[in-house]
């Protein structure tokens, strides 16, 4: 009787027969021996292939498989500290699935733009695979550091009767002749449901017009939000500093490895420990107009500017041997190395043409005005864990905000920003429980009230100090992942322009 196993447990199988089932994730031949790298999903495992009597049947069509070919193989198992994943098969049968011919996705560099066009393949490379199991765990540690702490999961609709968030990034649906639009937030229900349960949270896909194309935009992302009554400021702070550190922790704790793998340097993610900074968004104003957010963009300038030197070095160089004499797999793989060596320059030149003008938004920053995205980044890189900037100017924010009793000019707030660079991670607030005032507030926003008179009820009967946050999730798993671009974050990502496959 054959066993079937997976490579994830072949610790439990040494020295014993087993079939696996997967896909050819590489083949390297030499005479009368092939190895043969297979994936089955839960990791990778070098089966040994021996040309002999037993194998002569399928030895020649096994060693020359290509890439992505599905197939079973039967074989010994022993623990072998050189193989990846450290064991290793001698193969006794091999039985092919399917053949699969040109796969696309070669082990040669490929430009990003390539790779999310085939993503439905892409998937099976390794950095997503990473990047996947890392997901999945990091949505467990959300929904266990609520469940676990008394929190009551509400789902919240999708086809919102009206905006949660503002109405410039509203996606309208027709319903049945009716507009409804995409949910930007699950806030405004999960407000009625906290009345309920006290501690409740929701967990689901939220819906941005984002005519942005930046690397931290996307029109579909996935946000969790906890609402809490009778809470007040420093307590929903307090909750998302706890929040974030358990679900860092977790990361850290389950994958540290495949962090590694991804080449993120975990060293910042270790260093997420409690108390995170707070400071309000005056002081990070001043932060903004001051000598070391100058500093900081001044060095990245030189930075970057030495890089691209390097690069275009390089890339004439390779340019040189994929346009040369050499052997065509060498010219093959210069080409390819060149198409990711233009994208980084690219990137960078943009970057570098970007930064006088990060420099002047910081260095004249005025008192009233949003923080952009280049503003965050500066503050967060100038930390080394992550920050809360609280008490916003009150119009630079959402209608529900609280109003600052001790100063009328700036709401209950806060963000979270990621360090290294990431900026906001988390929006949340006290929400304005005082119906006059949120009255006065939607009149000043030119809300139709009558969209939100469910709402209002909310602060008719037994109204309380209650607030809550968004987390947008990623992200946050681009941030403990280390991805440059939110598209890597997300099994198919929805950007402007892009929504295939
Ligand atoms: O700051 P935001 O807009 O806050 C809210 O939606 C509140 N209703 C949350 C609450 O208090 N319950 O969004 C929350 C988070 C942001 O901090 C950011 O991480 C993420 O959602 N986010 C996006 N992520 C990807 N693409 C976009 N276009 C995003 N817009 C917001
Ligand atoms: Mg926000």
Same mark, same amino acid.
């Given at each position: 009787m054959e066993t079937k196993t997976t490579i994830d447990s072949l610790c439990d199988h040494v020295g014993r027969t087993v079939t696996l089932s997967g896909w050819v994730y590489n083949t390297r031949a030499s005479g009368k021996i092939a190895f043969i790298i297979v994936r089955d999903g839960?990791? @990778?495992?070098?089966?040994?292939?021996?040309?002999? *009597? %037993?194998? +002569?049947?399928?030895?020649? #069509?096994?060693?020359?498989?290509?890439?992505?070919?599905? @197939?079973?193989?039967?074989?010994?198992?022993?623990? *072998? %500290?050189? +193989?990846?994943?450290?064991? #290793?098969?001698?193969?006794?049968?091999?039985?092919?699935?399917?053949?699969?011919?040109?796969?696309?996705?070669?082990?040669?560099?490929?430009?990003?733009?390539?790779?999310?066009?085939?993503?439905?393949?892409?998937?099976?490379?390794?950095?997503?695979?990473?990047?996947?199991?890392?997901?999945?765990?990091?949505?467990?540690?959300?929904?266990?550091?609520?469940?676990?702490?008394?929190?009551?999961?509400?789902?919240?609709p999708i086809f919102a009767p009206a905006a949660g968030e503002g109405s410039q990034t509203l996606f309208q649906v027709d319903y049945f002749g009716e507009p409804v639009y995409l949910a930007q937030t699950g806030q405004l229900y999960v407000e009625a449901a906290c009345m309920s349960h006290r501690k409740v949270y929701c967990f689901g896909p939220t819906f941005r017009a984002e005519k942005s194309k930046t690397r931290r935009h996307l029109t579909e992302f996935w946000m969790v939000e906890p609402e809490i009554a009778y809470a007040s400021l420093d307590d929903v702070i307090d909750i998302a500093e706890d929040f974030v550190r358990s679900v860092v922790e977790r990361v850290l704790?389950?994958?540290?490895?495949?962090?590694?793998?991804?080449?993120r340097n975990i060293e910042p993610l270790e260093a997420v420990s409690k108390p995170f900074y707070r400071m309000t968004y005056t002081e990070a104003a001043e932060l903004l107009r001051g000598p070391n957010a100058r500093e900081l963009l001044e060095h990245d300038l030189t930075e970057k500017k030495a890089r691209v030197a390097k690069l275009d070095k390089q890339i004439?160089?390779?340019?040189?041997?994929?346009?040369?004499?050499?052997?065509?797999?060498?010219?093959?793989?210069?080409?390819?190395?060149?198409?990711?060596?233009?994208?980084?320059?690219?990137?960078?030149?943009?970057q570098i043409r970007?930064?006088?003008?990060?420099?002047?938004?910081?260095?004249?920053?005025?008192?009233?005005?949003?923080?952009?995205g280049s503003d965050e980044t500066i503050i967060s890189r100038l930390h080394d864990r992550p920050v809360f900037v609280t008490h916003y100017p009150k119009y630079v924010k959402a209608f529900y905000m609280r109003d600052d009793r001790s100063d009328d000019r700036v709401t209950e707030c806060f963000d979270l920003l990621a360090p290294e660079g990431i900026g906001e991670i988390i929006g949340g607030s006290a929400r304005e429980e005082d119906l006059d005032r949120?009255?006065?507030?939607?009149?000043?926003?030119?809300?139709?009230?009558?969209?939100?008179?469910?709402?209002?009820?909310?602060?008719?009967?037994?109204?309380?100090?209650?607030?809550?946050?968004?987390?947008?999730?990623?992200?946050?798993?681009?941030?403990?992942?280390?991805?440059?671009?939110?598209?890597?974050?997300?099994?198919?990502?929805?950007?402007?322009?892009?929504?295939?496959?």
């Open positions: 839960t990791g @990778l495992c070098q089966c040994v292939l021996e040309k002999n *009597d %037993e194998t +002569a049947a399928f030895f020649d #069509e096994a060693r020359k498989l290509p890439q992505e070919s599905s @197939l079973e193989v039967t074989g010994t198992i022993s623990a *072998d %500290e050189r +193989a990846v994943g450290g064991y #290793e098969l001698k193969v006794a049968n091999v039985r092919v699935v399917q053949i699969s011919r040109d796969y696309p996705i070669t082990p040669k560099p490929h430009g990003v733009d390539f790779l999310m066009k085939n993503r439905h393949l892409w998937f099976r490379s390794k950095r997503p695979w990473h990047i996947f199991r890392i997901r999945a765990t990091a949505i467990d540690a959300i929904r266990r550091f609520f469940n676990e702490n008394g929190y009551i999961l509400v789902d919240t704790c389950d994958h540290r490895d495949e962090l590694i793998e991804l080449g004439t160089e390779l340019d040189a041997v994929a346009k040369g004499g050499g052997k065509q797999w060498e010219k093959d793989k210069a080409a390819a190395e060149v198409i990711v060596a233009r994208e980084e320059r690219s990137e960078l030149e943009e970007n930064i006088p003008h990060h420099m002047e938004l910081a260095a004249n920053f005025a008192w009233g005005s949003d923080l952009g949120l009255l006065a507030r939607m009149k000043h926003d030119n809300m139709p009230q009558e969209d939100y008179e469910w709402y209002l009820d909310l602060r008719r009967y037994g109204s309380v100090p209650h607030g809550g946050f968004g987390l947008g999730f990623e992200r946050t798993l681009a941030w403990l992942c280390g991805l440059k671009h939110l598209r890597e974050a997300v099994a198919y990502p929805r950007m402007m322009g892009k929504f295939y496959p």
